[in-house]
């Protein structure tokens, strides 16, 4: 079955402790990215990638890293966390413009709820 | 910049009456405008998009150029419809992937 998976669900930690999401999309994707969503604000999004080793920040990329070492995966790092990072975050991914499979529709993952204390 | 500007966080509607969920964006170039809809516990999908120009579970959306508008609508809401909508815009780039800004989304909820 095709789809973007993200680890984990649910997530509270506290301040300062690194965390990482993962991001993992079975469609090799090229495109690939993560959002924010949070009440009153809609979803902004945080970083993408267009690539393997090729990635850019988004509307909010303050406070957060990614990496994309392969094509599935698109990790989300948090070195610091800070209570104003709470939020629910989606992973998203999508064929390349220039590939044969080019599709507008973005692919969502089910979603990560992080709480930091 | 681009933006996307949905006016109403809440729209409460009777089942059966019609239904407008209102998208206004600023883009310089030529924009692409989607509709997402995000149903209650399920991940954000696709709804419609304005190339396709097509109508999904009976809602449609036209782009206005002039208005720069592409409201969403429907011409007789269901209880199956009380989600949230988000509209989004992507500039049309002829390379490759580009930015999704999404609207603040709108809440609708259908009552008998």
């Known amino acids: 079955e095709a789809q973007v998976t993200q680890n984990p669900r649910y997530l509270i ?20 990215s993560w959002y924010r969503q949070d009440p009153g604000l809609g979803l902004r999004q945080i970083y993408y990638s267009m690539n393997v080793e090729v990635t ?10 990614v990496s994309r070492k392969e094509k599935r995966n698109f990790p989300l790092i948090l070195e610091s966390p800070s209570p104003n ?6 992973c998203a991914s999508r064929p390349d413009r ?5 599709t507008d529709t973005q692919y969502f993952g089910p979603g990560t709820r992080l709480t930091v204390l | 910049a681009q933006r996307v500007t949905q006016p109403e966080k809440l729209l409460s509607v009777f089942k059966g009456a019609p239904v407008e969920l209102k ?3 600023s883009y310089s170039g030529s924009p692409e405008l989607f509709w997402y ?3 209650s516990r399920q991940r954000l999908q696709l709804l419609l998009r304005h190339i396709s120009r097509e109508s999904i ?32 815009l992507s500039p049309y780039t002829s390379g490759t992937a580009s930015k999704l800004t999404f609207g603040t989304g709108t809440r609708l909820q259908v009552t008998l």
């Open chain 2, 37 to 39: 809809v995000q149903y």
């Open chain 1, 56 to 65: 850019d920040k988004g509307d909010v990329p303050e406070g957060y890293k």
């Open chain 1, 98 to 102: 220039m590939s044969d499979l080019f």
């Open chain 1, 13 to 32: 930690t506290v301040t300062g402790k690194k965390l990482t999401v993962t991001c993992s999309q079975n469609m090799n994707h090229e495109y690939m």
């Open chain 2, 57 to 88: 579970k009976g809602f449609t959306a036209d782009l206005n150029k002039g208005e720069t508008s592409f409201h969403l609508k429907k011409p007789f809401a269901q209880e199956e419809d009380s989600a949230m909508y988000y509209c989004a």
């Open chain 1, 85 to 90: 990072q709470t939020s629910l975050y989606f």
């Open chain 2, 23 to 25: 998208c206004n964006y």
